[in-house]
């Protein structure tokens, strides 16, 4: 009898030790798993680029006295990913690499971002790269403001009467690797020139102007 009562209470012991590691291991694994969760990992370059869209993008391109292109682009962000964003990427063309004389980005409140220009090559434009003041998260917008500006984008002729003609060749619309729908829109100002005829065609603009 005292033999039957031992071998039922080491039975108990064994089978309770069992049920406590089983225990302790299922709250191990959850800990572990809610902490991967509630740990998000920043997005850089391309990833998640499929989730990021531009809700509102607009461009002003002011054509100097000086010869010069100056880009401004009004941009709002939409972060639909389920994890933070930390910097997007802005493209220019490879031809128009060298004559890029000026690029900044500003964040909501004007402080400036930092840029980084590291020859990435996407295709046929140079990418580069904005880093945000503070992680995008999910479902937040950031509205950022880019101004470039380029030299050499303006050549000049002479038609068969002899008038100067100016010629100005750039993009349309901002070149960039993500969505975009909702406000779009563009426009052309031209100092100390009053007479253009515009000709628009893909995603360039080129822009015929005879000065009066």
């Known amino acids: 009898m005292r033999k039957k009562k031992k071998f039922l209470l080491l039975i108990s012991v064994l089978l309770f030790i069992v049920v406590f590691s089983s225990i302790q291991?299922?709250?191990?694994?959850?800990?572990?798993?809610?902490?991967?969760?509630?740990?998000?990992?920043?997005?850089?370059?391309?990833?998640?680029?499929?989730?990021?869209?531009?809700?509102?993008?607009?461009?002003?391109?002011?054509?100097?006295?000086?010869?010069?292109?100056?880009?401004?682009d009004r941009i709002t962000i939409l972060n639909q990913n389920n994890n933070p964003i930390s910097s997007i990427l802005i493209g220019i063309l490879l031809k128009d690499s060298s004559n890029l004389v000026y690029f900044r980005a500003t964040g909501q409140t004007g402080n400036t971002l930092l840029v980084e220009r590291s020859n990435k090559i996407m295709l046929n434009y140079e990418m580069i790269t904005v880093y945000f003041d503070s992680p995008l998260f999910p479902s937040q917008e950031v509205n950022l403001t880019i101004i470039q500006t380029f030299k050499n984008l303006l050549t000049y002729k002479l038609d068969s009467n002899n008038e100067q003609i100016i010629n100005f060749t750039g993009m349309l619309f901002p070149i960039l690797p993500y969505k975009s729908e909702g406000d779009i829109r563009i426009s052309l100002l031209i100092l100390s020139i009053s007479n253009f005829v515009p000709n628009m065609?893909?995603?360039r603009i080129v822009v015929s102007l005879v000065p009066p």
């Open 201 to 203: 065609s893909l995603n």
């Open 25 to 72: 291991n299922d709250s191990s694994s959850n800990y572990q798993n809610q902490t991967e969760n509630e740990t998000p990992q920043l997005s850089e370059g391309l990833e998640g680029a499929e989730n990021l869209l531009i809700v509102k993008m607009i461009r002003t391109t002011n054509l100097s006295s000086f010869g010069l292109a100056n880009v401004k």
